[in-house]
């Protein structure tokens, strides 16, 4: 293989982590545990599922991780096209990833709250399980905010694979469509909370492009044509 093709295969592997983690933390941990306005149920569920709720923080780390890497490996295969712009794109997703990092802060919290260390017992009963509520609220528009920068650097990689002679075009349209879905979705949560819920299965559009490219990535040679 040649060094474009081991990149790319080294980012479909990374891509591939970042969606197994995502899922897993998104739709098992988090759906199973946290109960959208029902602050007690929410806590009892993390203190009856202390060890899942630590595993899912644990898998946004290492989700966390490999999108440094995979800022990375993307300006590496797209700098030939464009290096101001892969760094760009690089940049965004860095700032993305320094986001979702600071704002696991938020995550791990609700833990702290509930640990039962004396120097809370100021937090009883409604009030304990609201706090708890709160920061994962937080969380969850923390991890929006860090779409926006992801939406920012997908459009960019999107116009890349687009503009390139080595990478196909349908893989640019499907990344400017995940972008587009980031964006939208994050900027509905900020202006219309209340709509979150209808327009959610945009999320599907970016999963399914992002999938594709995986997978792309992981199976396919990549090579810059050589100019007679």
Not at 150 to 155: A, E, I, N, P, T
Not at 176 to 192: E, P, Q, R
Not at 202 to 224: D, G, N, Q, R
Request: hydrophobic fraction near 55%.
């Amino acid at each position: 293989m040649n060094s474009l093709t081991k990149t790319a295969r080294l980012t479909g592997l990374l891509y591939l982590i970042i969606i197994i983690c995502g899922i897993f933390s998104e739709m098992y941990v988090r759906a199973n545990i946290i109960v959208p306005g029902d602050a007690t149920a929410t806590a009892d569920n993390i203190l009856a599922s202390e060890s899942l709720f630590r595993i899912g923080f644990v898998s946004d780390l290492i989700m966390i991780i490999c999108d440094i890497a995979i800022a990375v490996t993307f300006y590496v295969l797209l700098k030939p096209v464009s290096k101001k712009l892969a760094l760009i794109a690089a940049t965004f997703r860095l700032i993305q990833a320094c986001v979702l990092g600071v704002n696991l802060l938020n995550y791990i919290t609700p833990l702290i709250l509930l640990s039962g260390d004396e120097y809370l017992s100021v937090f009883q009963g409604e009030l304990l399980n609201a706090n708890v509520m709160i920061y994962l609220d937080a969380f969850k528009y923390g991890y929006d905010i860090a779409l926006v920068f992801f939406g920012v650097s997908c459009l960019i990689l999107g116009y890349l694979f687009i503009k390139s002679a080595y990478l196909p075009k349908f893989l640019g349209v499907l990344l400017i469509f995940a972008a587009l879905s980031y964006l939208i979705g994050s900027t509905v949560l900020f202006l219309l909370p209340n709509w979150t819920s209808i327009i959610s299965p945009i999320y599907i559009i970016a999963f399914i492009s992002e999938l594709t490219l995986c997978f792309w990535l992981l199976t396919k040679k990549v090579s810059i044509p050589k100019i007679n």
